[in-house]
């Protein structure tokens, strides 16, 4: 079913989340107070319009309510961020994810009722470092404060080892949930799977266990 998205704020996250709802076929209205910023994206999205979002009125004026989603991308303005949040939840609005420049920024969006914070900053900032760090991480998606899911190169050290004669659950506490293989996944792969050299693991746990699976493992 096709949802219906608005998009408040359209700097470069802002902006990009316009592009890629409107790829995967959905309704987007963007709202932003410049008026150069709503032209750029008026051929893009289902209607861009020029506004505040932190007037009550205009919000209204717009049917906000009647929206599946809003998201709240304003840039550094952490006061109408707030506030945009706070007028959205009390017109009734179903579900509103925010951006947070800071943790003081998320507890505040959390304790008026913004449904979902997010830290794009600070999450693409800790996926380059782990790429940088280990060339076996390919990728990277914090779950939660301490409990993320990556994408681990397996390397000629765990090259012909089954699942089981590693031991990975028991002696690093992380899950391999799925093994991409060239053009193959094998999904929740059996015990006796053996793992090849240039397999891509994806692997689940918490963030000390799987640094421990990525120093003692995998770097030999």
């Given amino acids: 079913m096709k949802k219906e998205f608005v998009v408040i704020g359209l700097g470069r996250f802002g902006g990009s989340i316009c592009e890629e709802l409107t790829k995967l076929g959905m309704d987007v209205l963007a709202i932003d107070k410049d008026e150069d910023l ?9 209607h861009a319009v020029v506004g505040d979002a932190t007037d009550e009125t205009v919000l209204k004026s717009l049917g906000i309510r009647n929206f599946d989603h809003v998201i709240v991308a304003i840039g550094n303005d952490i006061q109408s961020s707030i506030l945009t949040t706070l007028i959205l ?16 920024h998320e507890k505040v969006l959390i304790k008026i009722g913004a449904d979902q ?29 301490e409990h993320s899911i990556v994408e ?25 949930v799925a093994i991409k293989r060239g053009k193959d996944i094998i999904v929740s792969p059996q015990a006796s799977e053996v793992i090849l050299e240039g ?22």
């Fill in 199 to 220: 397999d891509i693991l994806i692997v689940i746990g918490a963030d000390d266990d799987i640094h421990r699976f990525e120093k003692k493992l995998l770097q030999g």
């Fill in 117 to 145: 914070v997010v830290h794009p900053e600070r999450d693409m900032g800790r996926r380059l470092a782990h790429n940088l760090v280990s060339t076996n991480i390919l990728d990277y998606l914090e779950l939660s404060d």
């Fill in 152 to 176: 681990v190169s397996a390397n000629e050290e765990i090259h012909g080892q089954s699942i089981i004669d590693l031991d990975i659950r028991a002696r690093y506490g992380v899950n391999i």
């Fill in 89 to 104: 939840k009390d017109l009734g609005v179903k579900k509103v994810t925010t951006k947070a420049i800071n943790d003081y």
């Fill in 38 to 46: 709503v032209n750029d994206y008026s051929n893009i999205v289902t």
